[in-house]
């Protein structure tokens, strides 16, 4: 607790920062293991599985079905026009002596 960082404080926020990520998955698990003994919208427990669809079959075909189009896209895009997704400052040769007039991080890091 005083007016500088010392190596105790480092420590703490270390353990903190290590630490608060288990905690909140241990409570994200309780939650889902009271979630899944109670039921999420059936608090009276009546059954009531008369219009539902299934979830593994539709949705996970579905799921599957739009992974492989965008993946197929974005191959599509890497094979045909691989310079549209990358800076055309690449291809400019290095010099070691002279620095770029404008130089900017990647797109990932904006």
């Not at 903190?16 to 288990?22: D, Q």
């Amino acid at each position: 607790g005083g007016f500088s960082v010392s190596n105790a404080t480092l420590s703490r926020f270390f353990v903190l920062h290590f630490v608060l990520p288990f905690a909140i998955m241990a409570l994200a698990a309780i939650h889902l293991l009271f979630l899944h003994e109670t039921g999420s919208n059936n608090p009276l427990g009546i059954s009531s599985n008369v219009n539902l669809i299934p979830f593994h079959v539709y949705y996970t075909v579905k799921d599957v079905v739009g992974f492989i189009f965008l993946l197929m896209l974005l191959t599509l895009i890497c094979l045909f026009s691989p310079n549209l997704l990358t800076d055309p400052e690449n291809y400019i040769p290095a010099n070691p002596l002279s620095t770029p007039v404008h130089i900017q991080p990647e797109w990932y890091f904006l």
